[in-house]
């Protein structure tokens, strides 16, 4: 047995005796609980999952709202390391994906540029590919896009965020070695916003939402806009950077973009046991690819755009009585990729992508008043098309590509003294089926069928310890198949790899928090190590002047340590969250043996302080990360920053004004080799909300 890997037939034998064990439990169960015993159940459940004490004596209303928020992600994954992040409650003028996520322990993003550039998310130092993506329980993540551009994603329609590091739940999707971020957009209720902000670089926002609930019918509406030229000064060492002396300022060309999003919910809920919904949702964007630092491109462009549609019944007679969960879903994507001029370095492109997706799943959760045993189980189908043109223009295009899954899971859980202590157990299975077609070199026509299955188990445990301390610890293995931008290239940033093999990865958690007040003070602790060993891992590197391209590194190993604090006091609130990562290639045969894996810098932490005087709010953030290599050989080094930034608004009536200043120190970095970052920038915003009251977007 290798150092800080358990034995895996072992924990697979614990999962099967504890399935074995729990299900002869449940089966025991056949009385319902009497009503006492099930308020009182349900009562000591809320004691030991009740989250951060709250100063209800400034903020009730939100408070209670958020607890259940937290109460909700952790029954989902209940014991993992989970986080929740609450979209538009930072008070920041313009706030990004990348931004929000940026906040929480072990998040590594790694942008291509600024606002609205290429942007991509890495957790606990696995590969973005690693990370699965999805909008309200429906895959972003596909076999046609494995690595989800973050710009892609606006934050506008988007309630909060949850972030699953390690260990995501199995009804999500297919799991994957980094974990899960989860968008959550707003459920409805009563609300009328409109916001519209500008700034540095020809910024400017535009966005409204709309929310009612008409007796038992529920309706959301949102629209929105994003743009910006992104013509930023940046410092460009003329592609020689071991000679500072020819160095020259340079302004980014080819920039721009702009960026569309439409969302419509509509939901019907007769009475508490039946609930519908069906959504749409639609996000166009049109942008400049303008190249790296050093050899602009001024007119290569992209156009995207994505529409989903979502329906969903649940169903629930009684508190003896299962929950039933049906969810269906259709997708298309379409990339249209223009560099006529070959001024990337691929030749004359003009490509125009289509891909297509459906997905149906069905869930069966145990009846709310089991008291010591809950479960649940599922079925899932997915279907996922692209028709990709050839990387070569000229060359004829290849059949559609697609991909079948087909899938099934079952978690349990013991509820132990009261739920003291909680014992996880969870097994999903993902039947795959390839027939991927692409245009090789002179035309010629390659062929790749196969079938796989993927097979994820995970076992947890959770014990509640007097004075508000937690203890949790997982291990979970994983399966990922290569996805068909690693296999085949996309959009002139990523060249093709059709050798690539599934990854496959074990990892394991423990870690514990801490929660309490007293008097006006009230905080919370959390820290967690983490380890994994990845087999056959699919990483990204330089493969060209302007490209990467993927590769499979035989075996790696990551570890490192994650800690995060809040602590409140009256008007006055400080957060933060310190990360350590250890991510090396443990490959004896390889040339990089022993090296740090690129883009992941050992230590990040970030710290934040909000404070509160009647209609004023200001607040500042700090952002530090350390050195880092642009190269699996670690020959270029990326320098360590740290990133300042402040905000200051104030309310005017129903109107809300906000100053906001990003990289106060005007540090010029870049986290890919070839692609800066903005320096400096200022931006204000106006908002006003009707049918809120003004503390309903505070993060207290």
Not at 24 to 40: D, G, K
Not at 135 to 149: F, Q
Not at 185 to 199: D, H, I, K, N, S
Not at 679 to 693: I, N, P, Q, Y
Request: proline letters at 6%; hydrophobic letters at 40%; aromatic letters at 6%.
């Amino acid at each position: 047995m290798r150092r800080g890997v358990f034995d895996s037939s072992a924990i697979d034998a614990v999962i099967d005796t504890l399935a074995a064990l729990l299900i002869a439990w449940t089966l025991s169960l056949h009385m319902p609980l009497a009503p006492s015993r099930v308020a009182n159940a349900a009562a000591e459940r809320d004691s030991a999952h009740a989250a951060l004490p709250t100063p209800v004596r400034t903020l009730p209303a939100i408070e209670v709202s958020r607890e259940r928020v937290l109460r909700d992600a952790r029954r989902r994954a209940p014991t993992a390391s989970v986080t929740d992040l609450r979209a538009d409650a930072a008070n920041r003028a313009v706030e990004s994906l990348p931004e929000l996520l940026s906040a929480a322990a072990g998040v590594r993003i790694v942008q291509y540029g600024g606002l609205g550039a290429f942007s991509t998310v890495s957790l606990r130092g696995a590969a973005p590919g690693q990370v699965s993506l999805f909008l309200d329980g429906v895959p972003i993540t596909s076999a046609a896009h494995g690595v989800v551009d973050l710009s892609d994603l606006p934050l506008g329609a988007v309630e909060r965020v949850e972030v699953y590091r390690g260990a995501a739940p199995l009804a999500l999707g297919v799991p994957t070695p980094g974990g899960a971020v989860n968008l959550v957009t707003a459920a409805g209720g009563e609300a009328r916003v409109l916001r519209v902000a500008a700034g540095s670089f020809g910024t400017r926002i535009a966005r409204g939402t709309y929310a009612a609930s008409p007796g038992a019918w529920s309706l959301l509406t949102h629209a929105g806009y994003e743009g910006s030229r992104g013509d930023y000064a940046y410092r460009s060492d003329n592609g020689t950077p071991l000679n500072p002396g020819d160095d020259v300022t340079l302004t980014r060309v080819n920039d721009r973009f702009d960026a569309f999003t439409a969302l419509a919910r509509v939901g019907w809920a007769p009475r508490p046991a039946v609930r519908a919904s069906v959504r749409e949702e639609f996000f166009r964007k049109a942008q400049g690819v303008p190249g790296l630092g050093n050899v602009p491109a001024r007119n290569p462009s992209l156009a995207f755009s994505r529409a989903i549609t979502v329906g969903e019944i649940g169903m629930g007679a009684a508190p003896q009585w299962p929950t039933l969960t049906w969810r269906g879903d259709l997708g298309a994507e379409r990339s249209r990729f223009r560099d006529t001029g070959g001024q990337l370095g691929y030749g004359v492109q003009d490509t125009d992508t289509h891909e297509h997706s459906s997905g149906v799943t069905l869930e069966l959760a145990s009846p709310a008043a089991w008291r010591w045993v809950t479960a649940g189980v599922g079925a899932g189908a997915r279907r996922e098309r692209e028709t990709a043109p050839p990387l070569t223009q000229g060359q004829p295009t290849p059949p559609e590509s697609h991909r079948g899954t087909q899938s099934a899971w079952l978690a349990l859980q013991a509820h132990i003294a009261g739920d003291r202590l909680l014992l996880h157990a969870g097994r999903r299975w993902d039947a795959q089926d390839d027939h991927l077609r692409t245009t090789g070199a002179g035309g010629l026509l390659r062929v790749s069928d196969a079938a796989r299955t993927l097979d994820a188990p995970q076992v947890g445990a959770r014990l509640l310890l007097p004075r508000a301390l937690e203890v949790r610890a997982n291990w979970s293995k994983t399966a990922r198949a290569p996805e068909f931008v690693e296999l085949f290239g996309d959009q002139a940033a990523t060249a093709g790899n059709p050798q690539l093999k599934p990854e496959h990865s074990e990892g394991w958690d423990v870690g514990g928090g801490w929660s309490g007040a007293a008097g006006e003070w009230c905080g919370a602790l959390e820290w967690s190590h983490h380890e994994s060993h990845p087999r056959d891992l699919i990483v990204f590197q330089r493969y060209s002047q302007s490209s990467v391209r993927a590769r499979n590194v035989a075996r790696a190993e990551l570890r490192g340590e994650e800690t995060s604090a809040r602590v409140l006091w009256r008007s006055l609130a400080a957060s933060g969250s310190l990360s350590w990562l250890s991510a090396l290639e443990t490959d004896a045969a390889s040339l990089y043996d022993g090296r740090r894996l690129p883009q992941r810098p050992v230590r990040s932490a970030y710290g934040r302080l909000d404070a509160r005087a009647g209609a004023w709010r200001v607040a500042a953030d700090v952002q530090y990360l350390s050195d880092d290599f642009l190269d699996p050989i670690n020959f270029r080094r990326a320098p360590s920053r740290t990133l300042t930034g402040a905000s200051l608004s104030r309310a005017l009536g129903l109107v809300r004004v906000t100053l906001e200043g990003k990289n106060l120190g005007d540090v010029r970095a870049q986290d890919l080799a070839g692609f800066p970052l903005p320096g400096r920038s200022v931006f204000v915003a106006c908002e006003t909300r009707f049918g809120l009251a003004e503390n309903d977007n505070t993060n207290h």
